[in-house]
């Protein structure tokens, strides 16, 4: 007999409840709450119903983005997802880098975008990321394809600001534009969108572009400090 994808689909739940904070922001609490509502559980109960009824129960997937979550019931393709996500997340379709996760009802989306549509917000950056590689390294890594902008990049923090995407990962977004000419096609990277509010203050410190965010220019670096080489490169 087929195994009952809500049982499995509970147990899962319970596993990774282990794994994460249980916050009342926590997507995966947040989800089980929404499961309970659609009378997926027995009321007032944390074990799942047994029998015929819960076994037929068509699927509900989590879908989340940096910590916001919405459920969907049943097993919705790709582009109904999109459409889900823009309504009730605000985030543009084709902001949307869709990660489905294996063994689990969950659909991760990470947002994208073109490396074009991204302004600099500094007007100069040195060469050398806190662990001590060179801009150079992450620029060749990228022509060879060792590194890929979706998927073993660090996101790029944005913020969207007088009309604009403005960056504050400038170095990032320095290799990934001079990257552009190789690539031969549009260069889409993974980012994380952050509220002005949140980081106005850090945005304002950084902003020293005079060119409105179209270019940059390097400067030498220095040497970094041992206690600088072992960080992992923030900007």
């Known amino acids: ?6 049982l499995l689909h509970w147990n899962q739940l319970q596993k990774t409840s282990h794994e994460h904070d249980a ?3 926590d997507p995966w609490l947040i989800h089980w709450k929404r499961m309970q509502e659609a009378n997926t559980l027995s009321p007032g109960s944390s074990q799942p119903q047994t029998g015929a009824v819960v076994a037929k129960r068509a699927p509900c997937l989590a879908v989340s983005s940096q910590g916001r979550s919405i459920s969907l019931v049943g097993e919705p393709d790709d582009e109904q997802i999109k459409v889900a996500v823009e309504a009730q997340l605000g985030i543009p379709k084709d902001q949307q880098n869709l990660v489905r996760l294996e063994g689990v009802f969950e659909v991760r989306i990470d947002r994208k975008m073109c490396v074009s549509d991204l302004s600099f917000n500094q007007d100069t950056i040195r060469t050398l990321f806190g662990n001590g590689s060179q801009i150079y390294d992450l620029l060749s890594d990228l022509v060879s394809g060792k590194v890929d902008p979706l998927k073993n990049l660090e996101p ?8 604009q995407w403005f960056s504050l ?3 990032r977004l320095w290799a990934l534009k001079a990257f552009m000419p190789f690539a031969r096609r549009s260069v889409v990277a993974h980012v994380r969108v952050h509220d002005f509010a949140t980081v106005g203050k850090e945005f304002g410190w950084k902003r020293t572009s005079t060119t409105g965010g179209v270019s940059v220019q390097i400067t030498r670096s220095r040497s970094p400090s041992p206690a600088s ?3 992992l490169a923030t900007t």
Do not use: A, C, F, M
């Open 169 to 171: 990962s400038n170095r």
């Open 229 to 231: 080489r072992s960080s």
């Open 156 to 163: 790029l923090d944005v913020v969207w600001h007088d009309g």
């Open 1 to 6: 007999e087929e195994e009952d994808p809500w």
């Open 23 to 25: 916050t009342e922001q």
